[in-house]
């Protein structure tokens, strides 16, 4: 090849390189900045006369767990439940999530509702999660990325007031629950539960993760051979969260069942003289037809 040729080929080559390079730093970037950041809807910064209101967020949601949770004016922890929007079932790596949930009865006056996204990844083995995800403590195979939206909005009903504080744990109550401290030999638990009331969600999380999977009800989770945990949680119609039930079990392979032979008559004294009967009876009837044939 002529060398001039074999310069501009690797000038070529070096040229795309450098393109695709950019372009993935390019996206790697609009990931990190744009993935999974939530924003507030309503309130929005401004002047209500009702002192009941509703909060609205909206998120992107990819294919890991969430937690969505608000607090108001610097106090509580309370979970907002979220559904993501996909009305034609269409497959998608990230959707449009949104959540809302009825505030307590405020007061007169200005108020802060700050709203915390939390996105949840477990890692087992390969790649190690990257920016923004950064581990749960130091050595943790828990990764945790963290977004928040705040809003600060004023009350002026005019109204008398008489507020009925939230109370931080809710008085739903979580009994039943269907996996104990026992052995199973099935790798499909079947989870199941009741609740004193009206949850506004549910979810369980396996082996203490930090990460909650949000469940409408009962279902069947997959499990492997080994102890594990499992606690189910729930909340109110306010975000708050009762007091969740926890259980251990173990999974263990299924023994399988070795095929019984029956024991046979073959070594007895009966067979045996019957084969040896029908083996003379054969040996003596090839040798009549072989001396009928020889004296032909």
Request: glycine share 6%.
């Amino acid at each position: 090849m002529n060398p001039n040729k074999s310069l501009v080929f690797l000038m070529v080559i070096l040229v795309i390189c450098l393109v695709l390079s950019f372009l993935t730093v390019k996206v790697e970037s609009t990931v990190s900045q744009s993935y999974s950041v939530v924003k507030i809807l309503s309130p929005t910064d401004s002047t209500y006369n009702s002192r009941l209101l509703t909060l609205n967020v909206t998120f992107t949601h990819g294919p890991l767990d969430y937690t969505l949770t608000y607090s108001l004016d610097g106090k509580g922890d309370y979970a907002i439940p979220h559904t993501v929007y996909n009305p034609n079932n269409e497959l998608h790596v990230m959707y449009s999530a949104y959540g809302s949930i009825k505030l307590p009865e405020l007061s007169d006056g200005t108020h802060t509702i700050t709203v915390t996204l939390v996105s949840h990844v477990h890692y087992s083995a390969g790649v190690k999660p990257g920016a923004p995800f950064q581990p749960v403590s130091p050595g943790s195979s828990e990764y945790q990325a963290i977004w928040t939206d705040s809003v600060t909005f004023t009350i002026d009903s005019n109204q008398p007031y008489n507020p009925q504080p939230l109370d931080d744990l809710s008085p739903l109550k979580i009994s039943d629950l269907s996996v104990t401290n026992q052995t199973y030999t099935s790798q499909n638990v079947s989870l199941s539960f009741n609740i004193n009331g009206i949850a506004s969600q549910i979810a369980y999380s396996l082996d203490g993760r930090s990460s909650k999977r949000t469940i409408p009800g009962n279902l069947t989770i997959p499990v492997s051979v080994g102890v594990h945990n499992i606690t189910v949680y729930a909340w109110d119609d306010f975000g708050r969260a009762c007091k969740p039930e926890t259980a251990t079990f173990s999974v263990v392979e299924q023994a399988v069942e070795e095929e019984k032979i029956e024991p046979t008559n073959a070594g007895s004294p009966t067979v045996l003289a019957a084969s040896i009967s029908t083996v003379v009876v054969i040996v003596g009837l090839l040798v009549y037809l072989g001396y009928r044939m020889i004296n032909r």
